[in-house]
């Protein structure tokens, strides 16, 4: 008999401590879905040493950014991506709603496409708060924290980056919809989605500083990992929250319309850092590849590609496919084609 209330005894307290379990994974933490940018045949940028791709560098450091996040208490990570696969814009926004994760980050690594006034450094780019405000404003308070880190680690800090559709979509209260689809989504799904381009690929020295080794790119994943730390507030064995920055106005930097020319759309936006350029576009010695000024040539023609697959134009050239058509998702070739359709102005 008194084995048997011994027994009844360890069931009732398995059975509080489960429960407490589920509810603990179910309400109290904090998710978060990390997004390592590209994957499979869609590659990114390619960098300056002509070898490494965008998509390998962006699973590296989300992969070393869950290890750290892992680290503070109450939080929950996963990744859209653990491996070299292609995947849809809409699948990586879908992964966040079926966890219904308090936040998405997407990782990414930019290269120099005219565009903008400057061709290294690092930019969050985060709602523009056309709809749902108050949710823009604290993607912009987190992009501020995120940036504050990754400047620590001496990366020119270009600002938080606000981009308004150019071909008229809206959200549901009809004003301007924000131009990236993974934003885009975030606000309409009422959830916290930013986007992280930490370097450059393509500049000799942010590749060489920051993208070139393991041990440079666990850094940007501690970097990434105590800004979201500082924004929520998260604690790690013991240790003071860091505290909260508000100065994420100051950071702001919009794109100023596009405007179409002969052969492409083109849009300007402007600093937060210096000017310098071409000066620094200086080719690096790569083993394994002699082609020394086509190194530069070939990875602005992926960028070009790479750009485009993350913007809503696809859905605009491949306007058969229908509005919600996912860039990610159209073949390279078809993408190719698109895009040589446009250069030759068909
Ligand atoms: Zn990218």
Known sequence: MKKFYVYVILLSLSIILSFSRTSHAAGKGLTIVLDPGHGGSQSGAEAIDGRTQEKDLNLTIARYLKEDLLEYDQVQVILTRDDDRDMGLDVRSQIAEDYEADLLVSLHNNAYDGSSGYDHGCFVLTGGGTYREELSHEEQKL???????????????????????ETGTTYPNGKLADYYRIIKDGILNNRMQVLIEHAYVDHARDFGNYLSSDESLRALARADARGIARYYGLTRDGEEALPDLQNYEEKLVTFKEGFETETRTEVFYETRGDLSKESEREPIDAPG???????????????????????????????????????????????FLALLKRIIHL
């Not at 880190?149 to 001496?154: R, Y």
């Not at 020394?292 to 491949?318: A, F, L």
């Open 143 to 165: 992009a501020c924290c995120i940036l504050h880190e990754l400047s620590e680690l001496g990366i020119e800090e270009q600002g938080i980056l606000l981009r308004a559709s």
């Open 289 to 335: 590849t002699d082609e020394g000024s086509e190194t530069d040539k070939d990875s602005r023609e992926k960028i070009n590609t790479d750009k485009e697959s993350s913007t809503e134009k696809d859905q605009k050239i491949d306007s058969d496919k229908g509005a919600e058509a996912d860039s990610e998702s159209i073949p390279f070739f078809q993408r």
